[in-house]
Each structure stands twice: as C-alpha cells, then as structure tokens.
C-alpha cells in the first residue's frame, strides 16, 4: 500500500508561525557560534544532525517566504480590484451627470416596470454604453431573442433617482403625465418586447 506523506499530514493547516519558529530555532543551531551551541549543550546534536536541521532552515524559511509573498499578492489585489471598482463607480457617476434622452428612458424603464430586473435590448448602443458605464449590468444570461435581463449596478441604486430620469419628484410622482412618459420608451419596446404593457 503506498502512503503518501499528504495522506499523513496537510503542510498547509500548520500555522505559519509554527515554521516562523522551526526556521528560528534551526537557524540559531545552524549559525551560531561554537561557544553558544555549547553553552546550550547542542554542540554535538548539531553536528550529528547538521543536514536535516539544514533541510528543516531551507524548508521552513522557504514556507514562511512564500506566505510572506502570498499575502503581499492578495494585498495588492485587494488594492486594485477596490481601485478598479472606485474607477468604474466614478465612470458611472459621471456617466449619470451627462445621460441623453435615450439613456434615461431605458433607465426609466425600471421604474415603470416597477422591477429590479428588466428586459433590455442588448443591440441597443445605448444600452451597451450604460453597462460599460457600470450603471446596469447583465444579472443572467436568460434571454428572450434580442432582450437579455438587466438591473441596476448596486453603486447608483440611490443616484438614479424619478426626478434625474424626468419623472418628477417623489413626493409630485402621481402629477406626471403618464401617456407623455410611456410615448418616450425606447424604440425597441414596439417590438416583441417583454415588457410591453407596464404602467407605472
């Protein structure tokens, strides 16, 4: 039967401060002057052992090495991904401040169908620009022919507001005209469009 030394041990459920030590205490022995080993009465275990407490230096300050590494990586990738996302929420900030007629009426479109998900077209340019924006995003990829499921980028929930899309204040929403907002959906909605007949 053969055993693996995996099957006996997982190297990677020791603490690393467990190889911190191991490589502390073997380099000690390893480096150390002769009067010191032998103050310490391990003169003679250095000299029998010297090769495996010489594998067990190279071994351990390998591991701690590469954990030091592994967490310095993870740490950078930690601070460009949140960079990354800090540059797409201020791409959409921006996008926001300066939507054209079309972009706001698919964006309105969330409100009259009064869902978080909502059919889109996705041949539609501006479409494409608001989701390169990361204003909206593709939650799945369920579609019906041209019109593919959409929702709102968490980071703008609170910023695309009905009076930002021409939909009146909150407190002034029943006073807008339906019929003029409903005549303002994108094209596409003439088509076989999913949803069709929402009413705000």
Known sequence: M???ISDLIDLD???VRVYILLSIVSGIILFS????????????????YKKWIGVTFLFSISFVLLSIFSLLFRLLKFYFDSYWLYL???QGEKKLEN??????AILREFFLQQEELVYLSCEDVDVYKLQQAGIIKN???L???EFFLYEIAAPHHNIITKDLLGLGKAENYEDINIYEILQKRPEWVN???PGKDAII
């Not at 939507?99 to 706001?104: A, I, M, R």
Request: hydrophobic content about 30%; glycine content about 4%.
């Open 2 to 4: 053969n055993i693996k």
């Open 13 to 15: 459920k020791i603490p």
């Open 33 to 48: 002057t002769h009067d010191f080993k032998t103050l310490l009465g391990l003169h003679e275990f250095a000299l029998e």
């Open 88 to 90: 797409k929420i201020r």
């Open 99 to 104: 939507l054209n007629h079309d972009e706001k």
């Open 139 to 141: 939650r799945t990829d």
């Open 143 to 145: 579609n019906r022919g």
């Open 191 to 193: 088509h076989d469009y």
